[in-house]
């Protein structure tokens, strides 16, 4: 009975939560996956129906990219984007339907990536401006919440390492790291408040029993945000 008090309790503190798009931003390794699992499993837990769509990873291509940067980024970036677009169209519908849609990293998040490889020169100047105009012509609802999760590059590189999946580690280094937060920066500042942009430091690594110490913190930073406007 008290479990069920207690379930109910939170229902009500976080139900201003659906119908709403959530999206978690961050360079490599730096949690999203993780928080977005917890999120999505806490609130399915407490009666508010969420589901996590995680960034659209082709295995197949994301190793011929990493093997050839400055051959395959256009068609890397490009297939990506529009998986993202694909994905997005979900989420709003699943939002709409009342539930919580959590993008793990969404279109935001690719433009940033396509700014990358044009600064690194592995995008052309026709590249770049075909994916700007491919990108102008898409139509994303504006989430209810970006949520970016700060990461120092070190802490990045030493993650990746940890979790290394397929070549990444050998693909990327501290300059690459570095430079996704700049550009990163550059674009928070560019969005207007409507997105409702909150940012958490995420240096500490969380261990196992702390996930969901550090995802309610998260739910209350959205929570206080949401009441204040």
Request: include cysteine; proline fraction near 2%; charged fraction near 25%.
């Amino acid at each position: 009975m008290r479990a069920s008090n207690k379930r109910g309790e939170q229902y009500e503190r976080y139900k201003f939560l659906k119908g709403s798009i959530l999206v978690v931003e961050g360079n490599i390794s730096s949690g999203k996956s993780t928080l977005t699992k917890e999120m999505a499993k806490f609130l399915n837990e407490i009666g508010i129906k969420a589901f996590v769509y995680e960034e659209p990873i082709l295995s197949s291509y994301l190793e011929l990219f990493l093997s050839d940067m400055e051959q395959y980024a256009f068609g890397f970036q490009m297939s990506m984007l529009l998986e993202v677009q694909c994905l997005y169209a979900h989420a709003e519908k699943f939002a709409e339907a009342g539930g919580v849609a959590i993008m793990d990293r969404a279109q935001f998040g690719n433009k940033v990536f396509a700014a990358l490889h044009y600064e690194n020169g592995n995008m052309s100047d026709k590249e770049m401006s075909v994916y700007e105009d491919v990108f102008s012509r898409m139509e994303f609802q504006s989430p209810s919440f970006v949520l970016y999760l700060e990461v120092d590059p070190e802490v990045n590189v030493r993650r990746c390492h940890i979790r290394s999946r397929g070549s990444e580690c050998s693909a990327y280094n501290i300059d690459y790291f570095t430079k996704l937060n700049e550009l990163y920066e550059a674009m928070l500042l560019q969005m207007t408040a409507e997105n409702g942009i909150l940012r958490f430091n995420w240096d500490k690594d969380i261990k196992p029993s702390e996930f969901r110490g550090a995802m309610l913190f998260v739910l209350e930073g959205m929570r206080d945000s949401y009441f204040k406007l």
